[in-house]
T-cell receptor
């Protein structure tokens, strides 16, 4: 079975700084998808970024980028120039084939003004 | 609508009553998930429907919980004889599945259930 681990329950950073959230996973599969989701206090889950395992290039979406290390099974999220609106819970998730999405336990990120 | 729709948004029920939560997935999405999220906690997987395959019910916490899905459309999550510990937000999500090239799940706003 696939597992996803987020080892940082909480993090905080000053506004405009850069922060990196960690995620590791365990799978024997070679082709799969990885995601980062954001859940602000409004509770709406929002997809931040996705990465296909067969792509070597790290995905980027504006201020959000990932550091995907396939051999190490690591998938960290970097938020640059952090903003107050980035305050949220962040969940890492894994998906393969028609298997269900597997989520990590989440990291609560607080941006300090 | 364009997104995943859940109803009701909020539900307050008395302990021991049955409740039914509804999820309308995005049209064409073959995969549908139910999750439970207690206050300040992560996502607890409940059940997963994928096309016509048998649902993965491995996350249902007790036999008081059940869910159905008609084809690739609406799903209902039923909780019988509700207990205070059932109080949580229930989130529904749907996706095309990896075969569709867009495996990401899209979430509804959730139903906040309060058992008094």
């Amino acid at each position: 079975a696939q597992t996803v681990t987020q080892s940082q329950p909480e993090m905080s950073v000053q506004e405009a700084e850069t922060v990196t959230l960690s995620c590791t996973y365990d799978t024997s599969e070679s082709n799969y998808y990885l995601f980062w989701y954001k859940q602000p206090p409004s509770r709406q889950m929002i997809l931040v970024i996705r990465q296909e395992a067969y792509k070597q290039q790290n995905a980027t979406e504006n201020r959000f980028s990932v550091n995907f290390q396939k051999a190490a099974k690591s998938f960290s999220l970097k938020i640059s120039d952090s903003q107050l609106g980035d305050t949220a819970m962040y969940f890492c998730a894994f998906n393969f084939g028609n298997e269900k999405l597997t989520f990590g336990t989440g990291t609560r990120l607080t941006i300090i003004p | 609508g364009a997104g995943v729709s859940q109803s009701p948004s909020n539900k307050v029920t008395e302990k021991g009553k049955d409740v039914e939560l509804r999820c309308d997935p995005i049209s064409g999405h073959t995969a549908l998930y139910w999750y439970r999220q207690r206050l300040g906690q992560g996502l607890e997987f409940l059940i997963y429907f994928q096309g016509n395959s048998a649902p993965d019910k491995s996350g249902l916490p007790s036999d008081r919980f059940s869910a159905e899905r008609t084809g690739e459309s609406v799903s209902t999550l039923t909780i019988q004889r509700t207990q205070q510990e059932d109080s949580a937000v229930y989130l529904c999500a749907s996706s095309l599945g990896t075969g569709g090239g867009e495996p990401e799940a899209f979430f509804g706003q959730g139903t906040r259930l309060t058992v008094v």
